[in-house]
Nanobody, 126 residues
Framework: QVQLVESGGGSVQSGGSLRLSCAAS????????MGWFRQAPGKEREGVAAIWPSGDRTPYADSVKGRFTISQDKAENTLYLQMNSLKPEDTGMYYCAADAWVPFSGILRPDAYGYWGQGTQVTVSS
């Protein structure tokens, strides 16, 4: 069983930055495939970024490439999402997710993950 708790969300102006954290318990971040997902009101949940257990692969959604960075801290057992150059369209509830194994084709698909946090809200104003 894996428990995930997100934090770090908030309200920022366009062009600002936020750093999201996802504290894991019940398992270590470097033994799980993990990802960040977001859901805007009225829209489906979408994958933002993911990371292999080894940390050596980090695929991103095209909409956030070059602006967001996913990372893991083994000592803190925490997953991070550094978000820079934020845009209003980045607004939404952000969730972290984990699973013991995720196929490469599903690495940014919400239905590939079995463990989820409660989410943290990000609001970007223009």
């Amino acid at each position: 069983q894996v428990q995930l708790v997100e934090s770090g969300g908030g309200s920022v102006q366009s062009g600002g930055s936020l750093r999201l954290s996802c504290a894991a318990s019940g398992s270590t971040v470097n033994t799980k495939y993990m990802g960040w997902f977001r859901q805007a009101p009225g829209k489906e949940r979408e994958g933002v970024a993911a990371i292999w257990p080894s940390g050596d692969r980090t695929p991103y959604a095209d909409s956030v490439k070059g602006r967001f960075t996913i990372s893991q801290d083994k000592a803190e057992n925490t997953l991070y999402l550094q978000m820079n150059s934020l845009k209003p369209e980045d607004t939404g509830m952000y969730y972290c997710a984990a699973d013991a194994w995720v196929p490469f084709s599903g690495i940014l698909r919400p239905d590939a993950y079995g463990y989820w946090g409660q989410g943290t809200q990000v609001t970007v104003s223009s």
